[in-house]
């Protein structure tokens, strides 16, 4: 069972934790795509987007985020890519992360991304038809 976070998630358009309006848990969204990797970001590198605070590890790749958020924020808000598909909301996991079609996923623990990973495709088009109208629930 996953678990939610009903005081903030039934409205944000970017899951950020309980009392706090970061986005990714602080993790830098850019170098999951140049480095591949979870890499902990920099609150003196920060802007908003959508209401919610993303870091940075370093200046170039805010930049490269405030040229172009919507390639760099992750997908349903940063919310859990596997829960969205069973049209649910759970909070995503910066270290449990994958780029499909050059977008970037995140998934709520590492047995709920295995179990996501066995039918990305599926569970992208099923969660891709729930977002964002999950939010108003």
Same mark, same amino acid.
């Given at each position: 069972?996953?678990?939610? @976070?009903?005081?903030?998630?039934?409205?944000?358009?970017?899951?950020?934790?309980?009392? @706090?309006?970061?986005?990714? #848990?602080?993790?830098?969204?850019?170098?999951?795509?140049?480095? #591949?990797?979870?890499?902990?970001?920099?609150?003196?590198?920060?802007?908003? /987007?959508?209401?919610?605070?993303?870091?940075?590890?370093?200046?170039?790749?805010?930049?490269?985020?405030?040229?172009?958020?919507?390639? /760099?924020?992750?997908? /349903?808000?940063?919310?859990?890519? !596997?829960?969205?598909?069973?049209?649910?909301?759970?909070?995503?996991?910066? #270290?449990? !992360? &994958?780029?499909?079609?050059?977008?970037?996923?995140?998934?709520?623990?590492?047995?709920?991304?295995? &179990? !996501?990973?066995?039918?990305?495709?599926?569970?992208?088009?099923?969660?891709?038809?729930? !977002?964002?109208?999950?939010?108003?629930?």
């Amino acid at each position: 069972m996953v678990a939610t @976070s009903p005081a903030k998630a039934e409205s944000d358009p970017i899951y950020t934790e309980f009392l @706090s309006n970061v986005a990714v #848990q602080g993790y830098d969204p850019v170098a999951y795509f140049k480095e #591949q990797a979870a890499v902990k970001g920099n609150d003196n590198f920060s802007t908003t /987007y959508m209401g919610a605070e993303f870091h940075f590890a370093n200046a170039e790749n805010l930049k490269d985020f405030k040229a172009n958020p919507p390639k /760099y924020a992750p997908q /349903y808000g940063g919310y859990c890519a !596997w829960a969205m598909a069973q049209g649910s909301l759970a909070k995503g996991d910066a #270290q449990f !992360w &994958r780029i499909v079609d050059g977008k970037l996923y995140l998934n709520y623990n590492q047995d709920v991304k295995d &179990r !996501w990973d066995e039918n990305i495709d599926g569970f992208i088009a099923s969660a891709d038809k729930v !977002w964002p109208d999950v939010l108003k629930k």
